[in-house]
């Protein structure tokens, strides 16, 4: 304890003050140092952060800066030719506000850790949420097909019947009427034509469907894909990948003008790898999300957390993960390209 009735009792104060000084300013670089480390990785795991997001994590940081600084301000008064020491006068301060202080970097810590679970837990949603609209969309594919090549059954079943219809207009002499009932029977089998025929029967109706849309969009649209069985790639994980991709292609050529729109899919092998590349035009504008995908905005009735296609394009990036393979992406000028690799499984 200082005497005040020393002599050197002023000398001795400002001695003390400045110890107390350095002492405090040490802890707070320490605790300041610590948060730094934290908030560091919080900005290399999210990119984008809304401003309450920000407020939210800074506010007890500010508040206790705010408070160190009050401390500090009224911790040393100067009354006439003395000088008041606060925390002379309240020696459990010495404790007390340190405990403070790390109190309140834990408490920021925990709203950190709050945040990150929360930001976690929102991507899983979401991920499930897309996957489930996926598997749907990938069942009704299914359901498709075998409707279709049931129709073709049905169709070559009933064959015989309408050749011997055909045969017995022509013995009568009715020539009319057969080239109304051929004509009926070519618009019955040009529903079931695929200009397209992949060698699956999920693929094929996938991308026949795809080439429809494409053609009601006046989009240009481009084939060269021939799946085998010997390619093991689960022909569901494949209908996910070619759903997202050509989707997102159909959506980027929405965008511009008519007559700049095409897509252009193509599978090629090399050695124990297949290559599945998709190809379009867009408008060029292009967003970088957090994952490193590119994001851009598509018209959607579903909530505005899953309006983007970097959601696609991850899961396409994860089930090329399961074969051990990649995604690349290519953007230059008006032409997007996303080359996906698949390693063939032994």
Known sequence: LLDSSSENYIENMYLYLVYTQIL??????????????????????????????????????????????VIINISIVKIKNEVFDLFQVKEELLWKLPLIAVLLFLGELAAITIYQKYRDLQREKENYFVEQQQIKAMKLRLEEAENFYGSIRKVRHEMKNHMTNIKGLAARD????????????DATIEELDYKYATGNAVTDVLINDKYKKAIREEILFDVKFDYRDSDTISVFDMGMILNNLLDNA?????????????????????????????ENSFDGILQQAEDGLPRTMKETELPEILMEHGVGLRNVRELAERYFGAVNIEAKGNRFKVTVMLQKQQ
């Open 174 to 185: 009715q020539y009319e009427e057969i080239d109304r009932y051929i004509e009926k029977l």
């Open 250 to 278: 159909i959506e980027a050529c929405r965008k511009i003008e008519k007559e700049k729109r095409y897509i252009r899919l193509s599978l090629k092998r090399k050695d124990n790898f297949l290559l599945i590349t998709v």
């Open 24 to 69: 405090l300013f040490g802890l707070y670089i320490v605790l300041f140092a610590l948060m730094l480390t934290v908030v560091w990785k919080i900005v290399i795991s999210f990119n984008k952060m809304s401003w309450y997001d920000v407020w939210f994590l800074s506010v007890l940081n500010v508040a206790g800066g705010l408070f160190a600084e």
